[in-house]
């Protein structure tokens, strides 16, 4: 699944003709890979055009909305928020990642970036330039598949990105119509998550899958859920309401650690969804983002639990 595997004889292919270039004219190799570390791209940001690395080998993220995306594309990353450093998807990719913020200059100093990636809001981006090259984005002013496209560019792989995000729409898509032939063109679904002691249910573009659900598959969001949390993204519920947002179907995104004793009482025991068996526990720390790490995790569950695929 949208997994980009190289055929063995293809990378052996590679790797021989590599040595071969090696033994032949080493002192070339190592000329042209100094030459590849100091060339430069201009990446058109949303504040202006600026010089970055066009092969990036140390990159700070500052933002979780972009872990995913630098190491789907294949981005060491040195430097990471502490959200996405938790992810248990992100975990052999991060291995070796320290956890920064924008407060942590010194530290962020020491890792010796040469790219800095984070939103728009973080602080001191001023001094952050004076490190490495820092690009900034506005939350939420790029689709979610137009920032990894637009991730793909700062990296110099946009095609790469491009190529994904046409792949994946297409697997999303066709997933959704087998889900609709068997759940109705009428059932509806909602996303909740716990938070402590409170619940949330999401709209169509917050990340716990519902770019999918929403925007990919178009499967029916409760009217109740359209009504308030379609536009914020977001909307807080108490338990005790919890059945008026219910879907026929529901993504549970559950955090162990937080407040779930409204699990044992009568009233979420007799929501339909619960009754039926139709709701669709996932761990909330798998499940916040939206990039495709974690997209391709989404879709792969949803087409087992809806599908048994």
């Not at 659900?213 to 308030?228: S, T």
Request: glycine share 6%.
């Amino acid at each position: 699944m949208l997994k980009k595997l190289l055929p063995s004889l293809f990378a052996l292919v590679l790797v021989l003709s590599a040595c071969g270039s090696n033994s032949n004219n080493n002192g070339s190799s190592k000329e042209s890979e100094k030459k590849d570390e100091s060339t430069t791209i201009t990446y058109q940001s949303e504040n202006g055009p600026v010089e970055v690395p066009a092969n990036p080998k140390r990159i700070v993220v500052l933002s979780f909305s972009f872990s995913g995306n630098v190491l789907a594309l294949g981005g060491n990353i040195v430097g990471i928020d502490a959200w996405s450093k938790a992810n248990p998807r992100f975990e052999q990719g991060l291995k070796n990642a320290e956890v920064v913020t924008e407060d942590n200059l010194e530290k962020i100093i020491e890792l010796e970036p040469d790219l800095i990636i984070g939103l728009s809001s973080i602080k001191d981006i001023d001094r952050l330039k004076e490190i490495a090259p820092t690009i900034t984005y506005t939350y939420g002013k790029n689709d979610y598949l137009t920032q990894h496209i637009e991730i793909g560019k700062l990296l110099n792989k946009e095609k790469e990105a491009t190529d994904w995000v046409n792949n994946f729409k297409k697997e999303a898509q066709a997933a959704g119509e087998e889900i609709k032939a068997k759940i109705g063109a009428d059932a509806t679904v909602s996303v909740i998550e716990n938070q402590e002691k409170q619940l949330y249910v999401f709209g169509n573009n917050f990340a716990r899958g519902t770019e999918i659900l929403y925007q990919e598959m178009k499967l029916n969001m409760p009217e109740k859920v359209k009504q308030d949390a379609l536009k914020p993204g977001f909307f807080a519920i108490s338990p005790e309401v919890l059945s008026d947002y219910a879907g026929d179907y529901v993504i549970f995104s559950k955090n162990a650690d937080g407040d779930t004793s409204f699990q044992q009482t009568e009233t979420y025991k007799n929501i339909p969804a619960v009754k039926n068996n139709r709701v669709f526990e996932v761990d909330a720390k798998e499940f916040y983002f939206n990039d495709p790490l974690t997209l391709e995790y989404q879709l792969e569950f949803f087409k087992k639990a809806f599908l048994g695929k």
